[in-house]
């Protein structure tokens, strides 16, 4: 019998709920192509939730997230919003609701199709064929460690955060780079700056033991975050598997994300816990809002990560065949849009990907 899965959808602000329903509409057709079935539930996130429960995720929200399969978040934030501090931010509901969730591990694969390589603002030759994965730490490292603050007054005023990892936390995501690199091309690039803080020798270590015991199969290297910085964008290929710390990660994975041209094209997936978090690496774009012109590629390729993680890689598989065949048609929105090709709206281009994802899925 097909399997049945339920999902919360986060559609959140700007531009989020515009390509969250891409998906779900994409969703909804290749249910009816293979059988397999959604089971939806909708609830505010962000400034949405801001507005209507008063809290940028509600305790019910929350509830509907932990007892789901998997979620799939628009994005959130905008400048209503930005007034707001501390818990109140729209972005402080998504720190939460990874942490309540578990998802230590953050994935973002970034590649450059063929048909997207000219329009990378890094040279062609470069970046044509880059295929990487960035495994980022997401609920450890200095964005969470203690001590941290702010006191004093005039030039003796001082703020201090603190890096800290355990070897468990290090251990455990390392573990993640390793299994994926294993489905790839069977390498990892762990990116520290043990040159200098002694955060990156115990992460260095953990990565070098880990790998010793359970992964002498896979190709390991260790970069300073200065130099994986260069290399990214002097030579995007040598890398297969990145896996870094909170930090690093945050900076080297938007880095990264520039390559394909655009923020409209890359997905992502939170996991580790019970229960995974999919959303594209793009913010709300307020600009874009309400204007049918966001690219869907990303949030569309969310829901194929997330399709992967809940064991239907075929129709994983399905979602990335559409978005190839939709570039390779020349369609494309206007982030992505120059001389010579077909300038679509999001609604078009996502009918064109969900249309070409069921073709390949009933061939
Ligand atoms: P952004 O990602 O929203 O936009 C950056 C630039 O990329 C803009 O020019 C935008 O038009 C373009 N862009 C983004 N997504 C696109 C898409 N799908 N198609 C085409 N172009 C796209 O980042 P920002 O402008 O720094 O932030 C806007 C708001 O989003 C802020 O409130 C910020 O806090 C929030 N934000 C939220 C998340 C999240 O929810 N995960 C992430 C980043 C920023």
């Avoid at 809290?55 to 998997?70: E, G, H, I, W």
């Avoid at 402080?92 to 694969?109: D, I, M, Y």
């Avoid at 040598?238 to 890359?266: E, K, P």
Wanted: charged share 25%.
């Amino acid at each position: 019998m097909a399997s049945s899965y339920s999902l919360v959808l986060l559609p959140g602000d700007g531009i989020g709920p515009e390509v969250v329903a891409t998906a779900t509409d994409l969703l909804d057709a290749l249910s009816q192509a293979s059988g397999v079935t959604f089971r939806t539930v909708t609830e505010r996130a962000g400034g949405d939730a801001i507005d209507h429960d008063g809290t940028p995720l509600s305790d019910r929200a929350l509830a509907a997230c932990k007892d789901a399969d998997a979620v799939l978040l628009g994005a959130v934030g905008g400048a209503a919003w930005d007034h707001h501090t501390g818990p109140m931010r729209p972005e402080s509901g998504l720190l939460q609701l990874r942490k309540e969730l578990g998802v230590f591990a953050n994935l973002r694969p970034v590649a450059v199709p063929d048909a997207l390589a000219a329009a990378s603002p890094l040279r062609e030759e470069a970046v044509r064929g880059t295929d990487l994965l960035v495994v980022r730490e997401l609920t450890g490292g200095i964005y969470f460690g203690e001590p941290r603050g702010r006191e004093g007054v005039g030039d003796a005023e001082v703020a201090w955060n603190t890096m800290r990892y355990s070897r468990a936390e290090v251990a455990r995501l390392a573990r993640v780079a390793f299994t994926r690199a294993r489905r790839r091309r069977g390498k990892v690039t762990s990116v520290d700056k043990a040159n200098v803080l002694v955060v990156s020798q115990l992460w260095r270590d953990v990565v070098r033991e880990v790998h010793e015991a359970e992964f002498s199969d896979i190709a390991l290297e260790h970069m300073y975050v200065d130099n994986a910085a260069m290399q990214l964008v002097l030579n995007p290929r040598q890398f297969d598997v990145i896996v870094t710390g909170n930090l690093f990660g945050d900076i080297l994975s938007d880095a990264a994300a520039t390559l394909g041209g655009s923020l409209g094209l890359l997905p992502s997936a939170s996991v580790g816990g019970p229960v995974g978090l999919f959303e594209p690496v793009h913010g709300s774009a307020p600009d874009l809002a309400g204007k049918d012109a966001a690219n869907p590629i990303a949030a569309l390729l969310s829901a194929g990560m997330m399709l992967d993680e809940l064991g239907e890689p075929r129709l994983g598989e399905a979602v990335r065949h559409g978005v190839e065949a939709a570039l390779q048609a020349g369609l494309r929105t206007g982030d992505l849009w120059r001389e010579g090709l077909t300038r679509v709206g999001t609604q078009a281009l996502a009918t064109r990907i969900r249309g070409e994802a069921v073709a390949w899925l009933s061939r």
